[in-house]
């Protein structure tokens, strides 16, 4: 099992999640950070089903690799996941549709989120 924390950039739709040492960070911005459990295989995830609704997992859409995105799971039906973002206005299965289990790549175990410099 690996474990990686990602750090968040924020939107007007949606948060970008960014693997550690992507980018170098501004010393006033202070991101929030997740603590994920990379999963080693969709093949598994279809036989996973149920067990993931409600729970927060990292997306990566094939159009986009390397963005990952935050959403909770809403249902699972065929081996596909109904994801949704807790922003009304997120970009997700509301736009998308349901999504294959090979584009969930991680569950969120934790989040750390840090206070805001003023």
Excluded at 61 to 85: S, T
Aim: proline share 3%.
């Amino acid at each position: 099992m690996e474990l990686q924390c990602l750090w968040c950039e924020t939107t007007a739709r949606e948060q970008i999640w960014h693997s550690q040492g992507r980018r170098r960070l501004n010393a006033s911005h202070l991101p929030d950070w997740l603590l994920v459990r990379w999963l080693d295989s969709a093949p598994g995830l279809a036989a996973v089903g149920n067990s993931l609704v409600s729970k927060v997992v990292v997306i990566e859409r094939e159009e986009r690799p390397g963005i990952f995105l935050v959403k909770r799971v809403q249902k699972f039906h065929a081996g596909n996941y109904w994801v949704q973002g807790d922003n009304e206005e997120s970009t997700d299965s509301r736009t998308w549709g349901w999504i294959p289990a090979n584009e969930v790549v991680g569950v969120v175990l934790f989040r750390y989120k840090r206070s805001r410099v003023r």
